[in-house]
């Protein structure tokens, strides 16, 4: 079956709204190069969430696969099959694969951002890299993409008390990924706590204590739930976390491990929200960028139909580096 994704001309794309700044064109690109499929393309596509059946329905058999942001995660659910762990728990997904023969024969929808997160705060924690043994990388995703906690090495952040800011298809992906890692508790900074049904109920399903909620707007209360938290995961759009970074006015706010802050966004690097953070002492903050970089290996694998292991996820980090 590689051999006839091998032949000339075959796409692929992600979809969003925005999308101008998208670096997937980048990382899916550099990883056709480096596996010499000199036939494929991966362009962004501007798309909302009322076009994207039209658009998909209008496919021809030459599409692979697409990749899909804000505000499609969802949109997408009605249009295919999810086929794995997270995209059926959650209704969510960031991945569509095609069959062979196009969309017409069919549309396989996998999440891939809940492995994504997971490694990258386990590269903050020194435990992953990009460069790692292939075969070591891949059952890590494997393992965070499966929801085997068992299965990880080992758990830098067992024990520890999560913040994640927003409540959107991310914020679902980050719980999941924080309860495989180990975590004791993840509380929510929402900027509309009155929408926030959907994670406590998120957070039953998965084991985890009910999240404590607090409004963005309520200042020394958002304040003392970020300053406590052990790692904070934010997954507002560009721009609407940065009132928050006023709020680290203290040092240290209790934290009982060296501060974790995983920042979706990747545009601008740092954020307002990272350069804040890392007054804490010892704290540490990750642009979104090493989370995009993890959950585009199994979708470059699922896309070309390649082992997990194949993927030359060294070779897209470099040119993530290097852009």
């Keep these: 079956m590689i051999a006839d994704m091998n032949g000339p001309d075959r796409r692929c794309a992600v979809l969003g709204d925005p999308i101008s700044h998208s670096l997937s064109p980048l990382l899916h690109r550099s990883a056709y190069a480096a596996l010499g499929l000199d036939g494929w393309r991966y362009d962004r596509v501007r798309m ?3 076009g994207l059946a039209d658009f998909i329905h209008g496919l021809d058999p030459s599409w692979a696969g697409l990749s899909l942001t804000m505000p499609l995660k969802s949109a997408v659910g009605p249009l295919g099959d999810f086929r794995d762990c997270w995209s059926s728990t959650l209704g969510v997904a960031n991945t569509a694969v095609f069959a062979q023969g196009g969309p017409a024969r069919g549309l396989s929808l996998y999440n891939t951002d809940v ?3 997971v490694a990258a705060l386990l590269e903050a924690a020194d435990r992953c890299r990009a460069d790692d043994d292939p075969d070591d990388l891949a059952a890590l ?6 929801g085997r906690q068992d299965r990880l090495p080992d758990q830098p952040y067992g024990g520890a008390r999560a913040l994640v800011i927003g409540n959107g298809n991310t914020a679902e992906s980050a719980f999941c990924a924080l309860k495989v890692l180990g975590v004791e508790r993840a509380d929510l900074l929402a900027r509309n706590p009155e929408h926030c ?6 957070s039953s399903r998965l084991g985890l204590p009910e999240p404590n909620v607090t409004a963005m707007n309520q200042a020394e209360a958002a304040e003392r739930a970020l300053t406590k938290a052990d790692i904070v995961v934010s ?3 560009s721009g609407a976390a940065d009132p928050l970074a006023d709020l680290f006015k203290t040092a240290d706010g209790g934290s009982r491990m060296s501060p974790v802050l995983l920042d979706v966004v990747y545009d601008p690097r740092p954020t307002p929200l990272m350069k804040a953070f890392c007054r804490r002492p010892g704290a540490r903050a990750i642009s979104g960028e ?3 970089l993890y959950q585009a290996v199994r979708q470059v694998a699922l896309m070309t139909d390649r082992p997990l292991a194949a993927v030359p996820v060294a070779a897209m980090d470099q040119a993530l580096r290097e852009a």
Excluded at 141 to 146: I, P, T
């Design 197 to 202: 049904g959907h994670m406590l109920d998120l």
């Design 235 to 237: 997954t507002l759009p």
């Design 115 to 117: 492995e994504g997160i």
């Design 141 to 146: 995703l494997e393992a965070a993409g499966q």
């Design 48 to 50: 909302d969430a009322d």
């Design 290 to 292: 090493r989370m995009l």
